[in-house]
Nanobody
Framework: QVQLVESGGGLVQAGGSLRLTCAAS????????VGWFRQAPGQEREFVAG???????HYADSVKGRFTISRDSAKNTASLQMNSLKPDDTAVYYC???????????????????????WGQGTQVTVSS
C-alpha cells in the first residue's frame, strides 16, 4: 500500500504562486494515476487536476491555464504548480493515487474520486485578497 504526503501549502497573496508536492512511500506509484483535489470550508471536495500513468493531464475548468500537474517517477513524487492564485483557490488540497491503471486516463476517470484508492492528509492553501 502506498502512503502519500502533501507539502508546499501556505499563505499567499492573490496573484502569487505555490507549488504543492505529493511524495509517495511504501511502493512506487509509477503505474498509478495521480490526482489533486481540494475542499473549501463548507464545500464538497472537488477535482483540480490529474495525470495518467502515461503523463496525459486533465484539469478542472476553474484552474486551466493557471495550474500545472506533473510527476517525477524517479523521485516518486507528483507536483501541482499553482500560478495566478485567487482567493477562491483557498482550500485544503489533497493528492490521491489509483491502483495500477491503464496507460491513458480520461478526464472522467481522473475526476472521479471513486477512481482513487489512496489519499494524503491534505495541505492548506490560503489566498488573501
Amino acid at each position: 500500500q502506498v502512503q502519500l504526503v502533501e507539502s508546499g501549502g501556505g499563505l499567499v497573496q492573490a496573484g502569487g504562486s505555490l507549488r504543492l508536492t505529493c511524495a509517495a512511500s511504501g511502493r512506487t506509484f509509477s503505474e498509478a494515476a495521480v490526482g489533486w483535489f481540494r475542499q473549501a470550508p463548507g464545500q464538497e471536495r472537488e477535482f483540480v487536476a490529474g495525470i495518467g500513468r502515461g503523463g496525459d493531464t486533465h484539469y478542472a475548468d476553474s484552474v486551466k491555464g493557471r495550474f500545472t500537474i506533473s510527476r517525477d517517477s524517479a523521485k516518486n513524487t507528483a507536483s501541482l504548480q499553482m500560478n495566478s492564485l485567487k482567493p477562491d483557490d483557498t482550500a485544503v488540497y489533497y493528492c490521491a493515487a489509483t491502483s495500477r491503471t491503464a496507460f491513458y486516463a480520461t478526464l472522467r476517470y481522473l475526476a472521479s474520486q471513486k477512481s482513487y484508492v489512496t489519499w494524503g492528509q491534505g495541505t492548506q492553501v490560503t489566498v488573501s485578497s
